[in-house]
């Protein structure tokens, strides 16, 4: 009965023979960390802001409503009142839509910053990491034809 070639050995060998560089890995996790760490900034940071625009916007709501729910001597004040919380709330709705698309518009703004930073320092990696690649992978080339020729 015919046995099976036992490849383990020669299988090691070749890797061997073409070393793998960890290091390009490990820059490129460290890369993509630091990148989520900024990005989640951005988000922590409009989403904070975006809560102090609510609050801002609460409080102020709830002191026109104590002004609207003050008792009144002349019917006609009351209409008055429901015209003025009208006016006013309309107001404070365009100062705060106003204020939330600023928030918006920074985090594009950043958001843009970043990935245009992290496609340069992943480019960069990049080429560094194919120019070592191609180096040990012709040594090695070189090694093993010159260790067949022999």
Partial sequence: MAKTQDLTKTMQDMMASFPMDMSAMQDAFKTQAALAEKMTRVALDA?????????????????????????KEDPADYAKSMSDFASSAAEMAAENMAAFAEVAKKVQMDTVELMLAAGKDITEETTAAVQKATGEVTAAAKKVTAAAVK
């Fill in 47 to 71: 989403a904070e802001k975006s809560n102090e625009i609510t609050s801002k916007w609460t409080k102020e709501t709830i002191a026109k409503m104590n002004d609207l729910a003050k008792t």
